[in-house]
């Protein structure tokens, strides 16, 4: 039975992960989790999986639970709470399902401890891959992705030779806003940009896919998982989201893996690797069923976001860790109803402009850079404002 740590609960890929963990019973336990302070969802879930540890965001949410969970149930709170969460010696693997930045240091530390990581925190390898990736190496440890595209990749790999690759294609559904004109971006809503058409995800990810911001963090993460150099990696619109994501190899074969829009598959696949187990609730692929699949090229100039982002990427050093922190501050400003949907990406080049680049942070100048670059553009946006 494999021995789980779950950051991120009570988020999507979080709530998922639970179900993969309750379909198999006899495979997975639930032996720490951390979520922020969505009590509402986090509660049955505590007394269900009665985990050793669960973190959680401050004091306050602390006292709110301390009489409601199972009496073996240690709780701890903050960043050292994550922390402890990730690397207690109990279990084998953490899920990082955490959003933003903050699943950084946790991330860190669970490898110090030895522990693999399944990982769909993108912000991890955007804002310090080059830090990451070499910790994974130091410590010996598994880091499989979770992302449904990085997923594909992962398995479209399996028993070939990297240096036998060409490319990788990210597929990319294009988000709420795929057939609008850059005129037609001008007066869309927060509720416009939260109508996914293939996926159900968290607030920030969906206004991050309707931006392509969300490929652009993707493509950098690409280029960290899988050692591969930019002008290798490339993004198709695919509207259907049936196909995940493909490898070409230098023989100009492409492999590729398809199924349903279904999270809960990369999950399991991630916690069962080098394996696989039934997927009780998957939907057969009937390809007839399907009929068509479209694929478009990408306009850089339509989807700013995402030149903006391998241009961050193929630049390096703190420059994709400015680009992230730019774009969660952004984001929360236009879910919050006071910046364009255009505005988003205006904001992000701005910050982008201003930053002095740094080469290869240590891990204390990344925080640094990332706390800084927060309340810059916090400032920006106020005085805009």
């Known amino acids: 039975m494999k021995s789980i740590g779950l950051l991120g609960a009570t988020g999507s890929v979080g709530t998922q992960t639970l179900e993969v963990i309750r379909q198999h019973p006899d495979q997975f336990r639930l032996n720490a ?88 925190n993108k912000e991890t390898l955007v804002t310090a891959g080059h830090l990451v990736m070499e910790l994974v190496k130091k410590h010996n440890v598994n880091l499989i992705p979770v992302d449904s595209e990085h997923s594909a990749i992962f398995q479209s790999m399996n028993g070939e030779s990297t240096k036998d690759i060409d490319r990788i294609i990210l597929t990319a559904s294009g988000g709420s806003f795929r057939d609008y004109s850059r005129n037609e971006l001008a007066g869309v809503t927060v509720e416009n940009a939260l109508n996914h058409p293939n996926w159900s995800m968290g607030a920030k ?104 982002a391998f241009e961050a990427g193929q630049a390096g050093g703190s420059m994709p860790t400015v680009l992230n922190a730019a774009n969660e501050v952004a984001v929360q400003h236009f879910l919050n109803g006071n910046l364009s949907f255009l505005g988003i990406e205006q904001v992000v080049s701005d910050i982008l402009d201003k930053h002095d680049q740094v080469d290869r942070p240590d891990l204390d100048t990344v925080l640094a850079i990332d706390q800084e670059t927060r309340r810059l553009t916090e400032d920006v946006l106020t005085h805009n404002g």
């Open 205 to 308: 990810i969906t206004v991050d896919s309707a931006t392509m911001m969300n490929k652009g963090l993707e493509v950098i993460e690409a280029h960290w998982l899988f050692d591969m150099p930019y002008e290798k990696i490339d993004v198709v619109i695919h509207k259907e989201s049936i196909v995940h994501s493909l490898v070409e190899y230098i023989d100009r074969s492409v492999i590729a893996e398809l199924g349903h829009p279904d999270m809960k598959g990369p999950i399991q696949y991630a916690l069962t690797y080098p394996h696989r187990l039934e997927h009780p609730e998957a939907n057969r692929l009937n390809l007839w069923e399907v009929g068509t699949l479209n694929f478009l090229p990408v306009d850089y100039d339509r989807f700013y976001s995402l030149k903006l």
């Open 33 to 120: 989790m951390a979520f922020g302070e969505n009590i509402e969802i986090a509660l049955p879930c505590i007394k269900e999986f009665q985990p050793k540890v669960v973190a959680v965001k401050d004091e306050s949410t602390k006292d709110k639970l301390q009489h409601l969970v199972p009496p073996r149930t240690q709780l701890v709170t903050g960043m050292e709470g994550i922390v402890t969460a990730a690397c207690d010696p109990d279990h084998d693997i953490v899920v990082n399902a955490v959003l933003g930045s903050i699943g950084l240091i946790p991330t860190v530390e669970a490898i110090k401890a030895g522990k693999d990581i399944a990982l769909a």
